[in-house]
């Protein structure tokens, strides 16, 4: 996933470079921690700016939850 991040934040990648690419997040967090998901949203909002379409809302697991994830 490093290879893959550092490639999504490269500046030169024009806005719609992902227009063909539709996808999905979900992140396995724990909301006791003060960067809750934050992966989850970064990565589903840089998708979302290079062109991407997202299928799903992105979710967002917290073990805090009754159920946990």
Same mark, same amino acid.
């Given at each position: 996933? $490093?290879?893959?991040?550092? &490639? ?6 024009? /806005?719609? @470079?992902l227009?063909? #690419?539709?996808?999905?997040? &979900?992140? %396995?967090?724990? @909301?006791?921690? +003060?960067? &809750?998901?934050? =992966? /989850? ?5 840089? #998708? %979302?700016? #290079?062109?991407?379409? =997202?299928?799903? +809302?992105?979710? %967002?697991?917290?073990? $805090?939850?009754? &159920? +946990?994830?």
């Amino acid at each position: 996933m $490093q290879n893959t991040w550092k &490639f999504l934040l490269r500046a030169d990648l024009p /806005a719609g @470079s992902l227009k063909n #690419l539709n996808f999905a997040v &979900f992140g %396995l967090g724990d @909301s006791s921690y +003060e960067l &809750f998901n934050a =992966m /989850a949203i970064k990565a589903t909002k840089r #998708l %979302l700016d #290079l062109g991407a379409a =997202m299928v799903l +809302e992105t979710g %967002l697991g917290d073990y $805090q939850h009754d &159920f +946990e994830y």
